[in-house]
């Protein structure tokens, strides 16, 4: 039988551990956990071409939007995020790196893209595609799971 308790523990830290190793503004200034979970979150916005406002940056963080509105002053103050109001709702703004912050980030992934290519060639192509399929099928799973139990509620 499987020892849930350990295995748990295991995923937890190595999802930690694969969190840690997403793109992010490696800044001069000393910055709080939120503010860098904040840059971390418009890094990964930034990857996939889409845009976020504060509402879902506090959801993601699980953090008041009072911390988030605070976080992006300061971090607005040092030059690496702007508010940008929206073309269609002028209420809205969204939470976007500056272009000297996009610069910053650009360099830190093509130095992150040399490291994976040398991970890619020491696991193979098949490893890796066999690692992200159950990777995959671990998060849909875990997914349909959580909604299943929610539902039951």
Do not use: W
Not at 32 to 58: D, N, P
Not at 81 to 89: G, I, L, M, N, S
Not at 102 to 128: C, N, P, Q, T, W
């Amino acid at each position: 039988m499987a020892d849930t308790e350990n295995d748990y523990r295991r995923l937890m830290r190595l999802g930690r551990e694969m969190y840690s190793l997403s793109p992010r503004i490696r800044t001069k200034e000393p910055l709080s956990r939120t503010e860098r979970s904040i840059l971390t979150v418009l890094c990964m916005a930034e990857a996939e071409g889409t845009r976020v406002i504060s509402a879902q940056i506090a959801e993601r963080l699980d953090v008041t939007r009072s911390a988030v509105s605070q976080a992006v002053d300061k971090l607005s103050a040092l030059g690496y995020v702007q508010r940008t109001p929206a073309e269609t709702d002028r209420k809205i703004a969204y939470i976007e790196l500056t272009s000297d912050a996009k610069k910053i980030y650009r360099s830190h992934i093509e130095r992150e893209k040399a490291l994976f290519d040398r991970v890619l060639s020491r696991m193979g192509e098949e490893g890796m595609a066999e690692f992200l399929a159950l990777a995959e099928q671990f998060v849909c799973t875990a997914k349909e799971v959580r909604a299943e139990s929610l539902r039951a509620k």
